[in-house]
């Protein structure tokens, strides 16, 4: 019977019953579970640890934060990546065609096949979906102090953080350059994706590949609160590509330069604090994951 170590984030919100449910489900594919409960801080050490003692099979039970720290540690090495998605973001998990209910999961650790994917990095951090700098990470921030303090739901909460930012409107000046080509702007929001993220409306946030070698570099060129409107609205009618105020770019690395001492950044969901310059690069095929056959 094949054997996984299964790491799962202690901070989430029903673990121990989770770890319950993840065991017997990987137990009804076939395959002989160690499932640990990790503090979230310790995820991509316990990882390291538990390839270096020989596991082969390392899975991330969890959202788009644990991933992140698990592929942190299996990126490079002899082990594969197992997803489970029972987290509450799990972009990376859906853009690799994963099922969402547990036990089809299961099922493809047992049974899939692997694939080697892309992984970003910037300043020697792995990213698996992308990093941003600007309005998000605030949005973020305060996304979840109303959601812990008040007790809002997402879209409430999300609504209401974006109503306070709006009203500030932070911008981050940065430099940077393209094609040999300096340039420097005042923007809201710098976007940076491991590979492709589509644009139109039907398919807005998704990525058709995981493995085409790219970084996709998007960048809002709205030195004002009316111009950034007319991105969003551009964005629900899927016509970001057409208009100006949007710049979109395909590179394989990138070097962003600021004036500030720290930048906020949000990474695959999680707010960290960093300092420039952020140096971004694509790391191709390096990640192996069980993916469906």
Known sequence: ????????????????????????????????????????????ATARRAIESGARLVVAAGGDGTINAVAAAVAGSPAVLGILPVGTLNHFARDLGLPADLDQAAQVLASGRIRQVDAGEVNGR????????????????????????????????????????FKRYPLVRVAFDVADRPQRCATPLLFVGNNHYETDLLNIGHRLSLSGGQLSVYLADAPSRLRLLRLVFRALFGKLATIRDFQSMSVTSLTVESRKRLLRMAMDGEVLRVRPPLIFRVRPGELRVMARS
Do not use: H
């Not at 989430?12 to 002989?32: C, K, P, T």
């Not at 996304?143 to 953080?161: D, H, N, V």
């Open 1 to 44: 019977m094949p054997r996984a170590v299964v790491l799962l984030n202690a901070a989430a919100g029903g673990a121990r019953d989770d770890s319950l449910r993840i065991a017997e489900a990987l137990l009804r594919a076939g395959i002989e579970a160690d499932v640990r409960q990790v503090n979230p801080l310790e995820l991509t």
């Open 126 to 165: 792995l990213f698996v979906n992308n990093c941003s700098i600007g309005l998000y990470p605030s949005l973020v921030i305060r996304r979840e102090r109303q959601r812990q303090r008040l007790g809002r739901g997402k879209w409430l909460a999300m609504l209401l953080a974006f109503l306070s930012l």
